[in-house]
C-alpha cells in the first residue's frame, strides 16, 4: 500500500506541475526601465514606458466631428449613465468614423484575459476556486464587524454601546500557533522544496532506499533551520518594534486626576493628555489646549507625507472652560462618524446637554487629532473617538506580504521541466525493462537514482548566495547605511521596471530658499541682498522721524486723498512695501519653543516661552511659505507672532508693528491663488494683499498706470511645482507636452475626459487623486491602458492606499516588476505592495525604512544599489543556480549511461559519501565562488545606465540559456561515461574511480569557463577543492566499487599513479570541455555581448 501511495503522489504532483504551467512569469520581451512617482502633499512625476498598442491617426476632417460628437454627449450622459454599460469606451479612431462593433473598441488586455472552458479551469480556475473556498472558510471562522457611527461620552469608556477594537499595533506575520504551519508552507508551497521532501521521505522505505538517510535529510533540513531563523529574527524583530509602540506611557484624564496608561490600553472615550513631540495614540477630537489661541499645530508626516504642520482647532465649548476638571463637570458627548480611510474629511458633532438650551456645535477635520502624528506646539487633551484598526492610520496600512523573488519563481518553473524530464527519463528506463517483476517500485527507484537532475543543493546555494549579496550592499563604503532588510530579494533589483518614487523628503529634500526679487526692471540676488536690507532699515527710520513728528496731532495718518497727483514712488519705498506685502500675505505662524527646567504649578497652565530670535521657528502649509517669512527675516522685518485675528511685525530697530487679520483667502487649487485683508493698527490704513501662480495673477494684474501702486507676487502652487521638478529630474522633457486631466465626479465626466485623452499623443498626463479613483472606479483597465501609453504620469494628492493600489494595478496589468521608493509612514503601503520596496531615513521619520525591504539614507544611492548591485546579484543568482542544476544533470547523465550499459538496473553509480562529497567539498567552494563573479565593473555599469536594459530582458536565465546548460550537461555526461568504458575496457572494474575523477576536473574547469572576471578567491577554491579531492582518495576506497557488494571492486591506489591513468583522464576531460571553450571564444568574437562592447 505505501509503494502505491508514494507512486499516487509523485503522479499527484506531475499533475500539479501541468496545471501550473500559468503560475510562471511572462517571458516577453520587456521594454525600457521606467519610473513613476506620487505626493499627497503635491504631485508627484511619473515616467511610464510605452505599451505596444498601436495607435491609428484620425483621418482628415475627423477631429472636428469627433469634438463634436463628445460636445453633444456630455449633455445626455449625465442624465443617462446606464447607457454607459453599453457604450464601452472608445480605444481607437475607428471607433468615431463608423458603426463597428463594439467589440473592437474593447482594450485588448480585456479580452486576453478572458479565458472559459477547460484552460480556464486548468490554467487558472483551480487556483481560483481553492483561493475562493479559503476565503469562505476565513469569512466563516472571522466574520468582519459591520463599522458603524458612535455616540462617545467624554470620559466615560463604560458608556460604549458596542466593543471596540484594542488600541494595540501589530505587523507580525505569525502569532506562537501559525509560525511553524505558516513558515512550512511558504517553503512547500514552492515545488522544489515540495519534491525534496517527498524524496527524503521515500528514504524511510526499505525497498526504495538507494543511500544514506543523511544524504537527503541534511540538506534539506539546513534549508529549513536557515529559513526558520531567519524568519524568527524577523518576527521578533516586528514584535520589539510592536512592543516599544504599544507600550510608549500617556497621561489619562479621570475624576480622580492623571494616571498613566499604556497605549494598547486606551479606550475609545478616555480624555487622553498629549504633550508636545508626543505621538497621537488614537484618533481623537480635540478638546483643548494649552495655547491660549484655541489651536495647536501637528505633524502629519507619518500619515499623509506633508511635512509642513497643520493647524488643529479645539472645540470651542470644551477650550473657554475654566479648567480641566470642569470636563467631568459637563454632560456632553461626540457623535462621530463610522471609521473610513479617508484622512482628509470627518463629520461629526458636540453637543453639551445640561446647558440651557443645550450647546451643538460640529465638528469637521480641523477638529480632530489622527492617530501616528505628532504635536508640535502645546499640550493638547481630546477625547478618543477610533482606536486600533478603525484608526485612520491603520485602515491606511496595508498587511505586509511574503515577497518572492521573479528569479525565485523561474527556477520554480524550471524544476518542473526537470522533474517532467526526471519521470520521462524513468517511464524509458522502465519501459526498457520490459515492466518485469514489480515495475512500479523500480519506476521509483529510478526516479530517486535520477533525482540528482533536480540537485537538493540548489535551494542551499542560493540561500547562502543572498546573504553574500546583502553583505556586500550592506558594507558598500559608496552607499553608507545601507540596510538591508529582505534577504530573499536581491535579485528584485536587477529586474525592475517601473519604480513608483515619492517627491517630498525623497526625490527632493523639500527646502527651499529665496534666491532673487524682481521690482519691475531692477532684479536683487544673493550678492544684493544688503542693499535691501539698507533700504528697509532706512524706509522704516524715516517713518519713525516722521511719526515722531505728528504726534502733536490727534488723528492717526491718512493714505493721501486720490484726487491728489501720483507721485512715483522711491526705489527704497518700492522695496519696503514688496518685503512688507510678502511679510504679510501667508499662512506661516511663528512657534518659540518651552523654557528648558520652568515647571509650572498648574496642571494645564500656558507653557513659558522665550520669544527671542534664536528660539524661533516658523511653520506653515508649504515650505516655499516659510522660506518667503524668512528672507524677510533676514532683511530686517520680522513676523514675531500671529493668531487667528492679528499679526506683529518687528522692524529693523526693534519696534512692533500690530496688524489686524480682517479676512484671510486661503490657497485653493482651483483659484491658484490667496489673499489676506489686513489693517494697520497704527495707521488705520485697511490693505488686501494677494499672490498666485502666473497664470492666475496674469490676467488680474495688468500693466497700467495703477501698476505703480499694487505689490504683487508670482509663486509656483503644488501643480507647477512638482511639473518643474518632474522636467528638472529629467522624469519629464523640457519640451514635452502637458495634459491636466480635467476634474471628474462621475462615470460620464470620467468617460467624456478619457476619450478627450486618448486623442493626444506623446504627451504627459497630469490627473489628481480625486479624479484617478473615479477613473479606477468605472474604467480601470482603459485608464491603465492609456496611462501606459503616456511618457509620464504625474499624480496629485494621492492618499496611502491609492499608491499602493497603482503599484498593484501596474503589476497586475503589465505583469512587470515593479519598486516603490518613499520615506513616510504614508508611504509604507505602497513600498510593501511593490516587489521590491526602498525606505529613505529622511525628515519624515523611518517608519518607511522600517517595513522597507531595502533602507537607504539618500535617493542618489538609488543608482547603484540597482545598477551594480541589482546587477550583479541577478547575473550571479543566474549563472549559480543554472551552474548547480549543471552539477545535478551531468552525473543524472553518468548514471542513465551507467544503468543502461547494466541492462537497465537499478543500481546507483556512485554512493554513500560520493554523493555528498561531490555537492559539497569536492565543487561546492569553487561553483558558490560565482557569487564574486562580475560582468561589468561598477563603473561602467554607472556610466552607462542602459546596460540596465538587458536586465529586466530575464536573457541570463531563461528557457534558451536552460536548454544550452541542458545540451552541455548531455554532452558532458555522455563523453565522460562512455569515454572511461571505451578507454578503460581492460580495467573495466575501476570505472567508477576514472569516471568520478574526470567528472570533479570536468566540473572545476567548467567553472573557469564560466568566470568573467577572476576573484583571487576564486583561484584559492578551485585549487582547495582539487586538494581536497586528492588528499582523500586514500581513506574513500570502499566507495569507488562498483555496487560495492555487487561487484566487489575497491580502488587500487597504485592503479592512479600510473601514467597511463593520468593522460586517459586528462584525454576524457579535455574531449568534455574543449569544445566549450572554442565555442565560448568564437562567440566573443562573432557575437560579444552589449558590455563587451563598451569595454573595447
Same mark, same amino acid.
Given at each position: 500500500?505505501l ?12 499533475v500539479r506541475l501541468?496545471c501550473c504551467?500559468?503560475a ?11 519610473y513613476l ?6 504631485c508627484?512625476?511619473?515616467?511610464i514606458?510605452a ?5 491609428k491617426?484620425?483621418?482628415?476632417g ?26 464601452p469606451?472608445m ?10 462593433s ?10 486576453m484575459?478572458?479565458k472559459?472552458?477547460l ?5 487558472d480556475?483551480w ?36 466593543k ?8 507580525q506575520?505569525?502569532?506562537v ?18 519534491y ?19 544524504t537527503?535529510w541534511?540538506?534539506l ?25 504599544n507600550?510608549?506611557?500617556y497621561s ?5 486626576g ?27 477630537v ?14 502629519t ?14 472645540v ?9 476638571g ?9 457623535y ?9 474629511s ?7 446637554e ?16 489622527w492617530?501616528?502624528t505628532?504635536v ?15 484608526t485612520?492610520?491603520?485602515m ?9 523573488g ?5 527556477l520554480n518553473?524550471?524544476t ?21 517483476g ?19 543543493s540548489?535551494?542551499v ?10 553583505w556586500m ?8 547605511g ?17 519604480l ?11 527646502e527651499?530658499?529665496?534666491k ?33 513728528g505728528?504726534n ?12 491728489a497727483p ?7 519705498s ?6 512688507k ?21 498648574t ?16 511653520q506653515a502649509?508649504s ?12 532683511v ?6 500671529r ?5 506683529q511685525?518687528?522692524t529693523?530697530s526693534g519696534?512692533?508693528l500690530?496688524?489686524?487679520?480682517l ?25 488686501f ?17 495703477w ?15 512638482a ?6 529630474s529629467?522624469?519629464?522633457s523640457r519640451t514635452?507636452d ?9 462615470r460620464g ?26 477613473c ?7 485608464f491603465?491602458?492609456l ?31 515593479t ?7 504614508n ?19 523611518k517608519?518607511?525604512s ?15 544599489l ?17 551552474f548547480? %542544476?549543471?552539477?545535478?544533470?551531468? @552525473?543524472? *547523465? $553518468?548514471?542513465a =549511461?551507467? #544503468?543502461? /550499459? ?5 543500481? !546507483? ?5 560520493? %554523493?555528498?562529497?561531490?555537492?559539497? @567539498?569536492? *565543487? $561546492?567552494?569553487? =561553483?558558490f #565562488?560565482? /557569487?564574486l563573479?562580475?560582468?561589468?565593473k !561598477? ?11 538587458d ?8 528557457f ?16 565522460l ?15 567508477v ?8 576536473l570536468t566540473?572545476?574547469?567548467m567553472?573557469?569557463?564560466t ?9 584559492v577554491a ?6 581536497c579531492?586528492?588528499?582523500s ?7 569507488f566499487g562498483?555496487?560495492?557488494v ?9 592503479f592512479?599513479?600510473?601514467v ?30 552589449s ?6
Amino acid at each position: 500500500m505505501l509503494m502505491q501511495f508514494l507512486c499516487l503522489l509523485v503522479l499527484l504532483l506531475t499533475v500539479r506541475l501541468l496545471c501550473c504551467r500559468s503560475a510562471g512569469v511572462c517571458w516577453r520581451s520587456i521594454p525600457d526601465p521606467v519610473y513613476l512617482g506620487f505626493t499627497s502633499g503635491g504631485c508627484r512625476t511619473a515616467k511610464i514606458a510605452a505599451c505596444s498598442f498601436p495607435w491609428k491617426p484620425c483621418p482628415r476632417g475627423a477631429p472636428a466631428r469627433c469634438h463634436l460628437e463628445l460636445f453633444c454627449m456630455r449633455y445626455q450622459l449625465e442624465d443617462e449613465s446606464a447607457h454607459l454599460d453599453e457604450m464601452p469606451l472608445m480605444m481607437s479612431e475607428e471607433g468615431f468614423e463608423n458603426e463597428e462593433s463594439d467589440y473592437h473598441t474593447l482594450p485588448r488586455a480585456r479580452i486576453m484575459q478572458r479565458k472559459r472552458g477547460l484552460e480556464w479551469f486548468v490554467c487558472d480556475g483551480w487556483k481560483f476556486l481553492c483561493t475562493s473556498c479559503c476565503d469562505w472558510l476565513v469569512n466563516i471562522c472571522q466574520r468582519k464587524k459591520e463599522l458603524k457611527a458612535r455616540t462617545v461620552w467624554l470620559g466615560c469608556p463604560e458608556k460604549c454601546e458596542e466593543k471596540h477594537p484594542r488600541n494595540s499595533i501589530k505587523n507580525q506575520k505569525y502569532n506562537v500557533f501559525t509560525f511553524i504551519p505558516g513558515v512550512l508552507y511558504e517553503q512547500f508551497k514552492f515545488f522544489l522544496n515540495l519534491y525534496f521532501l517527498v524524496i527524503s521521505c521515500s528514504q524511510f522505505v526499505p525497498a526504495l532506499k538507494i543511500g544514506y538517510l543523511y544524504t537527503y535529510w541534511a540538506p534539506l533540513g539546513f534549508v529549513l533551520a536557515v529559513t526558520m531563523t531567519r524568519e524568527a529574527i524577523d518576527e521578533f524583530r516586528r514584535f520589539q518594534r510592536d512592543k516599544e509602540v504599544n507600550s510608549q506611557l500617556y497621561s489619562k484624564l479621570t475624576v480622580r486626576g492623571k494616571v498613566q496608561v499604556k497605549s494598547s490600553d486606551i479606550q475609545v472615550g478616555d480624555l487622553i493628555i498629549v504633550e508636545k513631540n508626543q505621538r497621537i495614540p488614537s484618533d481623537m477630537v480635540f478638546l483643548r489646549t494649552s495655547e491660549k489661541a484655541g489651536s495647536c499645530f501637528i505633524r502629519t508626516d507619518q500619515l499623509d507625507g506633508e511635512t509642513d504642520w497643520k493647524l488643529k482647532v479645539a472645540v470651542s465649548c470644551t477650550q473657554r472652560l475654566p479648567a480641566l476638571g470642569d470636563l467631568f463637570s459637563i454632560n456632553a458627548y461626540v457623535y462621530a462618524q463610522k471609521p473610513q480611510m479617508d484622512i482628509h474629511s470627518f463629520e461629526g458633532t458636540f453637543t453639551r446637554e445640561d446647558s440651557d438650551p443645550p450647546v451643538h456645535e460640529s465638528l469637521s477635520i480641523e477638529n480632530t487629532l489622527w492617530a501616528s502624528t505628532v504635536v508640535a506646539s502645546g499640550t493638547v487633551i481630546g477625547v478618543v473617538i477610533y482606536t486600533g484598526k478603525e484608526t485612520r492610520s491603520v485602515m491606511n496600512t496595508s498587511n505586509p506580504k511574503n515577497k518572492v523573488g521573479l528569479l525565485d519563481l523561474e527556477l520554480n518553473r524550471l524544476t518542473k521541466a526537470l522533474f517532467l524530464a526526471l519521470v520521462a527519463l524513468s517511464v524509458v528506463m522502465v519501459t526498457l525493462q520490459g515492466f518485469v517483476g514489480p515495475w512500479y517500485r523500480n519506476l521509483f527507484r529510478f526516479l530517486l537514482l535520477f533525482s540528482y537532475i533536480i540537485p537538493i543543493s540548489l535551494r542551499v546555494n542560493l540561500d547562502m548566495g543572498k546573504a553574500v549579496y546583502g553583505w556586500m550592499m550592506m558594507k558598500d563604503e559608496n552607499i553608507p547605511g545601507t540596510v538591508v532588510r529582505t534577504s530573499t530579494i536581491p535579485e528584485e533589483l536587477g529586474r525592475l521596471v517601473y519604480l513608483l518614487t515619492d517627491k517630498t523628503g525623497t526625490l527632493t529634500q523639500n527646502e527651499m530658499v529665496f534666491k532673487r526679487l524682481h521690482l519691475g526692471t531692477v532684479s536683487y540676488g544673493a550678492d544684493t541682498m544688503d542693499e535691501i536690507q539698507s533700504h528697509v532699515r532706512d524706509s522704516y527710520s524715516q517713518m519713525q522721524s516722521q511719526a515722531g513728528g505728528n504726534n502733536t496731532g490727534s488723528t492717526p495718518p491718512r493714505k493721501a486723498q486720490s484726487s491728489a497727483p501720483k507721485v512715483r514712488k522711491s526705489v527704497s519705498s518700492r522695496i519696503h512695501e514688496a518685503v512688507k506685502a510678502i511679510v504679510l500675505c501667508h499662512n506661516v505662524t511663528p512657534v518659540y519653543e518651552s523654557r528648558a527646567g520652568v515647571t509650572g504649578e498648574t496642571e494645564f497652565a500656558e507653557a513659558d516661552q522665550d520669544f527671542s530670535d534664536e528660539n524661533r521657528t516658523y511653520q506653515a502649509s508649504s515650505p516655499d511659505e516659510v522660506a518667503l517669512v524668512q528672507w524677510t527675516e533676514s532683511v530686517g522685518l520680522t513676523l514675531v507672532s500671529r493668531d487667528l485675528t492679528s499679526m506683529q511685525l518687528k522692524t529693523p530697530s526693534g519696534q512692533v508693528l500690530s496688524f489686524c487679520i480682517l479676512q484671510l483667502f486661503p490657497f485653493t487649487s482651483e483659484s491658484k491663488r490667496m489673499g489676506i485683508i489686513v489693517r494697520d493698527e497704527s495707521t488705520a490704513e485697511i490693505t488686501f494683499y494677494m499672490k498666485g501662480a502666473d497664470v492666475a495673477m496674469s490676467p488680474i494684474v495688468q500693466y497700467n498706470d495703477w501698476l505703480e501702486e499694487e505689490i504683487w507676487m508670482l509663486t509656483g502652487d503644488k501643480l507647477e511645482t512638482a511639473t518643474c521638478i518632474a522636467k528638472s529630474s529629467h522624469l519629464v522633457s523640457r519640451t514635452q507636452d502637458i495634459h491636466i486631466f480635467r476634474q471628474v465626479t462621475n462615470r460620464g465626466e470620467a468617460h467624456l475626459e478619457l476619450n478627450a485623452f486618448r486623442r493626444k499623443h506623446d504627451c504627459a498626463l497630469v490627473i489628481s487623486g480625486d479624479s484617478l479613483e473615479v477613473c479606477l472606479k468605472y474604467y480601470e483597465h482603459e485608464f491603465v491602458e492609456l496611462a501606459c501609453q503616456c511618457p509620464a504620469v504625474v499624480c496629485c494628492r494621492c492618499s496611502p492606499t491609492q499608491k499602493a493600489h497603482i503599484v498593484t494595478l501596474l503589476q497586475q496589468h503589465t505583469g512587470r516588476r515593479t519598486c516603490a521608493i518613499g520615506d513616510g509612514g504614508n508611504d509604507v503601503s505602497m513600498v510593501q505592495a511593490a516587489d521590491c520596496g526602498i525606505g529613505i531615513e529622511g525628515k519624515e521619520g523611518k517608519q518607511a525604512s522600517l517595513a522597507a525591504d531595502f533602507s537607504i539614507r539618500q535617493f542618489r544611492h538609488i543608482g547603484r544599489l540597482l545598477m551594480v548591485h541589482g546587477r550583479n546579484s541577478y547575473k550571479r543568482s543566474a549563472a549559480l543556480g543554472q551552474f548547480v %542544476m549543471h552539477r545535478g544533470l551531468i @552525473i543524472s *547523465t $553518468m548514471q542513465a =549511461v551507467f #544503468s543502461s /550499459v547494466f541492462y537497465f538496473a537499478s543500481v !546507483p553509480l556512485y554512493q554513500g559519501f560520493l %554523493m555528498v562529497g561531490y555537492a559539497t @567539498i569536492y *565543487t $561546492m567552494f569553487p =561553483v558558490f #565562488s560565482l /557569487v564574486l563573479d562580475q560582468d561589468v565593473k !561598477p563603473e561602467m555599469a554607472m556610466l552607462y545606465p542602459e546596460l540596465y536594459k538587458d536586465l529586466t530582458k530575464g536573457r541570463s536565465l531563461s528557457f534558451k540559456t536552460f536548454l544550452i546548460w541542458v545540451l552541455i550537461s548531455i554532452y558532458q555526461g555522455g563523453i565522460l561515461m562512455y569515454g572511461a568504458l571505451v578507454l578503460f575496457e581492460s580495467e573495466f572494474v575501476h570505472v567508477v574511480a576514472i569516471s568520478f575523477t574526470a567528472l570533479i576536473l570536468t566540473e572545476l574547469l567548467m567553472v573557469a569557463l564560466t568566470v568573467r572576471t577572476w576573484h583571487w578567491l576564486m583561484v584559492v577554491a578551485e585549487f582547495l577543492s582539487l586538494g581536497c579531492y586528492v588528499s582523500s582518495l586514500a581513506f574513500l576506497n570502499e566507495y569507488f566499487g562498483i555496487g560495492r557488494v555487487s561487484f566487489g571492486a575497491f580502488l587500487d591506489v597504485a592503479f592512479i599513479t600510473t601514467v597511463a591513468f593520468l593522460w586517459k583522464v586528462s584525454a576524457i576531460t579535455v574531449v568534455s570541455c574543449l569544445p566549450l571553450y572554442v565555442l565560448k571564444y568564437l562567440r566573443r568574437k562573432l557575437s560579444p555581448p552589449s558590455y563587451c562592447k563598451l569595454a573595447s
